[in-house]
């Protein structure tokens, strides 16, 4: 396998990429950690955000 990407937001290595929606105008990959972040900025009000205690 290639190198792994690193994530535009911390800088951590990406094991899963997720990208990001054109309204946050964010180029580049994002990790799971701060996708979950990200979704919760874009859509406030009550959800699950699963694995929030790694925050």
Known sequence: MGSKEKCTLCGE???LPFKSMKE???DGTL???C???K???HYPGEHIRVNKHLD
Do not use: A, L, R
């Open 13 to 15: 290595t990406v094991e």
């Open 24 to 26: 946050w105008g964010i």
């Open 31 to 33: 990790c799971g950690k």
């Open 35 to 37: 996708y979950s972040k």
């Open 39 to 41: 979704i919760n900025e």
